[in-house]
């Protein structure tokens, strides 16, 4: 909802439509990260999921999901031995999950921007947040992992003085350095044990967008958008060598601690392999990827490399051997592994009668969804997409009643009030909907959208009524309930039928939602 008659706060109810077990990723990987303890890849991605594989031998088996944000995971990084993983998410929160068993364990909302990087020092454990609120902020692992019910205070340290968006970070093993990049076009050095800022380094012609450092933070390697990768000294405040091997912008490295090579991507879909040990520093070409790169992982034994892109399909390709001459013409392997992923939705239309939506996927593929019943109703296949909505469409007039989103690649439905849209105004026939039988006496008139939020927040799932007799909502529907403030006042209300993250500004919403049913 929006703009309540009594003057409230905004409110909007949204839902998105997907099946029970989503075991692939529907859009761009944007972090991988390898636990070698367990042989396992988390990946997180535009989709706003976090999913979990074994790879061990070479073998594909999925794990579990990490369901709990509402936007882009932007990054995501393994603590405490693999037992913990952060995530930063485009929903401006920073969360802590139980990596082994895939459920959050703290949701922290400091950030009041998107969160872009994550960084992280194994040796303190403390992680790094950033992104374009332009904040810093430093997380005691141990202290997060401690909290509980009652003891939920949590304390954190800020660096500030970032004039610009904050994409890309990096700590030394250590933690005593950090570096992070931004569209300031600058490296940013940070003392994080006195919270202040050590240096800036120019050199970088557009926004730095990938940082990594060695082992003992005096050397720092710099990916940016304006095609160039640096490597810096940070003793001496100076790069001292730029590696021109991509034609457009670098948005992901990945490198060892040794710096003896960095695998780098980005914009022109090229993986590289430039060997820093060789003083020409020749660059070879591994692999072309059909979709710009996201991110880079390195396996620990670095014979390959985990590949993110905008595409939704996650590949690990063969590195050198470490003996190659460093010749231009290395001829790279397929794939050593491929986790396929799930065409994005990149189309939608809303049919004449306000409650199907047809949809097309980056692959041709169309789709019929209902929006009252929050279901798929049917895949057709490569069909001619403006000829369906042709077909399908007929001479009936019904108020529009919600609006569709396809930031996560899946269908999500927006419930509000405003100047544009009231999710309240749509009366229609029981009988032309389908409702009730075409031999029903009665041609009851039935408020889609009162229908539709009496079946997300009563029905047994949120109270004991009974909701209504018409229909009822998937139990795996993940409700999201967005405050005024937008982004940084969302709430997840509902995953596989378990209510969480429940506020008293959730819960004043939800009486206002009940006040309005009645």
Known sequence: MTEERSGKKKTQVSFTIRDEKETRHHSGVSSIVYDPGLDRVHSAGRDGIIRTWSVAKGQIRFCHTMEHHTDWVNGIILTSHGKNIMSGSNDCTVKLWNAQKGFVMSTLRTHKDYVRALAYSKEKETVASAGFDRSIYLWDVQTLTALTATKNTVTTAALTGSKNSIYSLAMSPDGNTLVSGSTEKVLRVWDTRRYTKTMKLKGHMDNVKALCLNFDGSQCLSGSSDGTIKLWVLGQQQCILTIRCHTQGVWALAAPESFHFVISGGKDCRIMYTDLRISSCISTLLALESHPILSLCLSPDLTMVWVGT???????????????????????????????????????????????????????????????????????????????????????????????????????????????????????????????????????????????????????????????????????????????????????LMLSNFLTSISIWVLSSWLWFTFLLN
Request: net charge negative; proline share 4%; hydrophobic share 35%.
């Open 310 to 492: 905008t595409d939704s399909t996650i590949k690990a390709w063969g590195l050198p051997s470490g003996d190659e001459d460093g010749s231009e013409e290395y001829s790279h392997e397929p794939p050593l592994i491929e986790i396929e992923g799930v065409p994005a939705i990149k189309q939608f239309a809303i049919l004449s009668n306000k409650r199907h939506i047809l949809t097309k996927d980056t692959k041709g593929n169309v789709q019929l969804y209902d929006a009252l019943m929050a279901i798929k109703v049917e895949d057709l296949g490569q069909v001619d997409f403006e000829e369906e909505i042709r077909t399908r469409t007929s001479q009936v007039f019904i108020p529009s009643w919600f609006t569709v989103g396809l930031h996560t690649a899946m269908v999500t439905i927006h419930l509000a009030q405003d100047e544009n849209i009231d999710c309240l105004g749509s009366w229609v026939s029981a009988k032309d909907q389908n409702l009730v039988c075409d031999d029903s006496d009665a041609d009851q008139k039935v408020n889609l959208g009162r229908l539709l939020l009496q079946a997300l927040f009563e029905s047994g799932r949120f109270s004991t009524n009974p909701g209504h007799k018409f229909f009822s909502i998937p139990g795996h529907t993940p409700v999201y309930i967005t405050g005024e403030q937008g982004k940084s006042n969302s709430f997840v």
